[in-house]
């Protein structure tokens, strides 16, 4: 989904998670419909996402780094048995969480905030995408992070891709649509301009389509 | 970080003492003297201990309500209606029920106590997650309207008919064993121990814990990560309100065994403060309550012995409550160097 800041993105994907209410039309996924569902339902009809803004929604800032990778799965066995946590297996699966997904950090007890950009962002991704869904919902996923750390995010969500996994990719810069995706959709005050496909996209037809023109039809 | 907060709060007694101590000096007594009456008014001998027992036990649970509705984020300023309306449903389930045996009789008069707490802290609760209304406002209000029901309900319905404002007396099944005779100390003190404990692995140790702290650190992540942040904060409310109406029951059963009218003189404000100074953090929260308990039951003792007046003592609390917080002060201060 390729567009600029302020055209629909955002609502767009907080309607698809069950963060906004939605007063018309529906949704589909795998057959059923999950409009107006909470997000928990929809994050268990097998949706992941990493939202746009990572320090407000997607990172408890005052959570650590364990607290935070376990968000997903604290409720669900092995990790909780009744509602006692088993803080040891929470601490071994951050560990391997941090070692696989290279997060830059002294230690899992330290509290997200303190953490760079870059890391920040590694950390929501690990989280979202170790739960292997079978959609992730990516909105701005490399906005304000380090070269290498884009570098990473992107790797992991082409390695997401080759599992099988669908990935909504929302993003602003028409590089990353462009180097990562198969088709685009460009939205423009709302709503959905064209789709094309990778092979016939190109700069010019994406930022016209961006900016409300109409994409140039090859020959 | 936690380490330097027990540093802290205990540099901030030596220094209260210590002006304490220049202010007692200046008014012509002996400060070492008057200190050791303290200790001695606060530790020494059954009654004394019991006093100061008597006095932790109500201040530990206020401030383990007010710390608990602050790990939803909201001020519950609300706990001494609580307590009132927590000590009139103990008290009335103490005369009204007979004929069962005491552990059934006292658990009864605490589990309704604690279910009253709850449900009137689900009010301003459930006004701050679904309406936004400033809780401290509700909370507040509420106070009035809980002491004043109880006190409609101890002079009428619910009154013993002995000239006071206050119920019968309950039975002697709901009544809760007194330790450390002559004082009124009781075994409340045990079940306090045992709440703060069950607190502290609720909150650190169970995913109710972590839901209640997610949410009241940061309401939008625990949406989005499928937390209910608005039923959390009622329920993190409900569970505050639970523990003030439990400290209530506590009164009224271990030792007054009756409702009183307006028996409170602000238990659960000074229980807040104990939080407010320990800084929510649950370990620290019996060793403030404690420390508070021993200034207030010592005084007694103080100014019977040395003549030194227990507003002075009242002064050295305040010392201590403006040195305590000014911590706040100088982190600021640092803050702001470093961005400098």
Known sequence: ?219 | MKKNDYVNTLISIIISFLLGGIVIAIMGYNPLETFSQLFQGAFVGNFNLGCTLEKFVPLVLTALAFTVSSAVSVFNVGVEGELYLGAIAAAWVGFSVVGVSSPVHIFLCILLAMVVGALWAAIPGILKAYFKVNEVCTTILFNSVAVLITSYLVSYPLSGHLGVPQTPPIADTAKLFRILKPSRANIGLFIAIAVIIFIYWLLFHTTIGYKLRSVGLNPNFSDYIGIDSKKTMVGGMMLSGAIGGLAGAIEVMGIYGCFLDNFSIGIAFDGMLAALIAKNNILMIPVVSLFLAVLKSGSLGMERFTGVPKSLIDAIIAMFIILATMEGLFLFKKQRKLRA
């Open chain 1, 1 to 219: 989904m390729a567009g600029v800041d302020g055209n629909g993105q955002n609502e767009l994907v907080e309607s698809l998670t069950g963060l906004r209410p939605i007063e018309k039309g529906d949704i589909i996924f795998k057959g059923h419909s999950i409009r107006n569902l909470s997000s928990l339902k929809i994050r268990k009809t097998g949706i992941a996402h990493i939202p746009e803004d990572r320090n407000k929604t997607g990172l408890n800032n005052k959570f650590t780094i364990k607290e935070n990778l376990i968000a997903n799965l604290y409720r669900k066995k092995p990790y909780s048995k009744w509602i006692c946590l088993k803080n040891s297996l929470i601490k071994e699966y951050a560990e391997g969480l941090i070692k696989k997904f290279d997060i830059r950090a002294s230690g899992i007890d330290i509290p997200v905030e303190s953490l760079s950009g870059g890391n920040a962002q590694k950390v929501i991704v690990a989280r979202e995408v170790d739960l292997n869904s079978e959609l992730i919902i990516a909105s701005q996923p490399t906005r304000g992070v380090d070269v290498g750390s884009i570098e990473s995010i992107r790797e992991i969500l082409n390695e997401v891709k080759k599992k099988g996994a669908v990935v909504l990719l929302v993003s602003a810069d028409l590089e990353e649509i462009l180097s990562l995706s198969d088709r685009i959709a460009v939205m423009y005050e709302g709503k959905i301009m064209g789709i094309v496909s990778a092979s016939e996209a190109t700069e010019l037809n994406l930022g016209l389509l961006m900016t409300g023109g109409k994409a140039i039809e090859k020959e």
